[in-house]
């Protein structure tokens, strides 16, 4: 991983947690500070309560990124995007990683453990830090989907 040292937080349920290891193991090995929720055990758990729980510490600022792992990604997705100012995406590549940062200002990852594998996972979770948004005509598009108050 290589980026300049970061807060994230970091969860994922039952399904995701062989998953959630290896990514913690590399964030910690490259310098990052880490929040991690849960799970840390086999048990079967809710993913939207780890979800919840790492869209909190972004959107209060405790964290710059989150991280968070299940089954598919795509749970835990949908229940970070329900906070105002998290943009979660699940990734499968790099391409979708630098994407995701450049267009979308994307701060959480989102991986599926059942249908992406380690190396693509650390690869695409490396891109994904060292990108920086591009703003521009992008940040008008972002201004859209979480309009201010008037």
């Known amino acids: 991983m290589t980026s300049a040292p ?3 937080a970091i969860g994922g ?4 947690l062989p998953l959630k290891a290896i990514l913690q193991e590399a ?4 310098g990052h500070s880490l929040i991690d929720v849960g799970t840390n055990a086999s ?3 809710d993913y939207p309560d780890y979800a919840h729980q790492v869209a909190t510490a972004v959107e209060q600022g405790r964290a710059r990124f989150g991280v968070l792992v299940c089954g598919s990604g795509i749970g835990m997705q949908i229940a970070a995007n329900r906070h ?7 990734l499968h590549s790099t391409t979708e990683a630098r994407l ?5 200002d994307a701060n959480i990852a989102c991986f599926g453990a ?3 594998g380690p190396e693509v996972a650390l690869d695409a979770l490396q891109v994904f ?8 005509r992008h940040q008008r598009r972002i201004d859209k989907i979480n309009p201010t108050a008037a």
């Open 84 to 90: 105002a100012g998290i943009r979660a995406t699940v």
């Open 114 to 116: 059942r249908l992406t």
């Open 129 to 136: 830090l060292a990108t920086a948004f591009e703003g521009g």
């Open 43 to 45: 048990a079967s758990v």
């Open 100 to 104: 995701s940062r450049q267009h979308n």
């Open 6 to 8: 970061l807060i994230i």
């Open 13 to 16: 349920d039952h399904a995701g």
């Open 27 to 30: 964030l910690a090995a490259a």
